[in-house]
Nanobody, 121 residues
Framework: QVQLVESGGGLVQPGGSLRLSCVASGRTFTQSAMAWFRQGPGQEREFVAGTKWKVGLTYFADYAGSVKGRFTIFRDNAKNTVNLDMNSLKPEDTAVYYC???????????WGRGTQVTVSS
């Protein structure tokens, strides 16, 4: 059974940092795109950041404009994990963050259950 399990969410003040982690089990995702999405209160789920291989096993990262320069996504294939470092957090980053895996960012096969991130003073 394939599972994606997120951790690392919580309450943080504006300007603070958090690291989210996603551990995949049940299969390896070496040749899958892995990504983070989020869904804020009353909003639709949106893409945040993702990694996908392009040449050999070189991975490239993509970011939503709203987080570029503040968030960093990186994966560890040996541990089957993908992490998201979030810096300079803003109240508008408040959302449930989901880990996802699939052939592309828009063709997701597997979702995690999500982890809550709240940015508030």
């Amino acid at each position: 059974q394939v599972q994606l399990v997120e951790s690392g969410g919580g309450l943080v003040q504006p300007g603070g940092s958090l690291r989210l982690s996603c551990v995949a089990s049940g299969r390896t995702f070496t040749q899958s795109a892995m990504a983070w999405f989020r869904q804020g209160p009353g909003q639709e789920r949106e893409f945040v950041a993702g990694t996908k291989w392009k040449v050999g096993l070189t991975y490239f990262a993509d970011y939503a404009g709203s987080v570029k320069g503040r968030f960093t996504i990186f994966r560890d294939n040996a541990k089957n994990t993908v992490n998201l470092d979030m810096n300079s957090l803003k109240p508008e980053d408040t959302a449930v963050y989901y880990c996802a895996a699939g052939p592309t960012y828009t063709n997701v096969d597997f979702w995690g259950r999500g982890t809550q991130v709240t940015v508030s003073s």
